[in-house]
């Protein structure tokens, strides 16, 4: 995947979590953060929000092989 590198730190464990932009809209998910020699201050990385949507999963409630926006437009025609 090509991933933006930021100056922001993410650290261990954020992997997979949302990356925002300053306006609050997500934009990404972080993948991976540097330490500087022992400082927390090296670059993070993460992968934009389109290259994620279009991953294909098989979630395990079927129908197969999707995507996360497939899913999502599905999603949106369910009514409870």
């Known amino acids: ?29 972080f993948v991976y953060s540097m330490e500087v020699q022992g400082d927390h201050d090296g670059p993070g990385y993460f992968v934009p929000i389109e290259k994620v949507l279009d991953v294909q999963i098989e ?12 899913l999502n437009n599905k999603a949106a025609f369910i009514r409870p």
Do not use: N
Not at 19 to 29: E, N
Not at 59 to 70: A, E, M, N, V
């Open 59 to 70: 979630p395990p409630f079927g129908p197969g092989l999707t995507t996360l926006r497939q």
């Open 1 to 29: 995947f090509p991933c933006i590198e930021v100056g922001v730190f993410a650290p261990s464990g954020v992997s997979g979590g949302p990356a925002f932009d300053k306006d609050g809209m997500l934009v990404g998910t």
